[in-house]
């Protein structure tokens, strides 16, 4: 069994800025800043599934403040405008961009799921078949952000198998 390839790091970090210049800072004025994913930390976060000829996830994590900076950027809207509902779709839609972009990566016959929001810090998540293979932090205007990409456990064994 020949295993799969996957995004790394540096895919992950082309992925993500190209995802904010195109839509959350299209003017260049807030970059996302890079930074240690040790010092992230998250309130709420949305999760596509990749499956089909690979399984994995794409976790986008990010603080109360940064969701609705990221949905006011995305709808063009001040934040004091933005609702509850939303700061759910848009950070959903990031996720499933980045999944989605992901998943170009991918050999042919892959799927992405719907995307889930759970308002819910990003460590209480939950992949028990799945193993974190990459994971991108920043801080937006001085907010918590972190993408992350898992892969199935199976995926791994495979590999080492051949």
Not at 89 to 116: H, Q, R, T
Request: hydrophobic share 45%.
């Amino acid at each position: 069994m020949t295993f799969p390839p996957v995004a790394t790091s540096a895919d992950l970090v082309e992925i993500i800025d190209q995802v904010w210049v195109s839509y959350l800072d299209p003017d260049g004025v807030s970059p996302l800043v890079h930074m240690d994913p040790a010092q992230s930390a998250s309130d709420l976060y949305a999760a596509v599934s990749i499956t089909g000829s690979w399984h994995g996830h794409v976790v986008v994590a990010c603080s109360t403040d940064a969701s609705r900076a990221c949905a006011a950027a995305f709808l063009a809207m001040k934040s004091d405008e933005v609702s509850d509902d939303d700061v759910i779709d848009v950070l959903g839609e990031l996720a499933n961009i980045v999944g989605g972009n992901v998943k170009s990566m991918l050999p042919p016959g892959c799927f992405v799921s719907l995307p889930y929001v759970v308002n819910a810090p990003a460590d209480t998540l939950r992949l028990p078949s799945a193993v974190k293979v990459c994971e991108l932090a920043g801080r937006w205007d001085e907010e918590p952000i972190c993408v992350s990409l898992w892969q199935s456990q199976n995926e791994l064994k495979g590999a080492h198998s051949s």
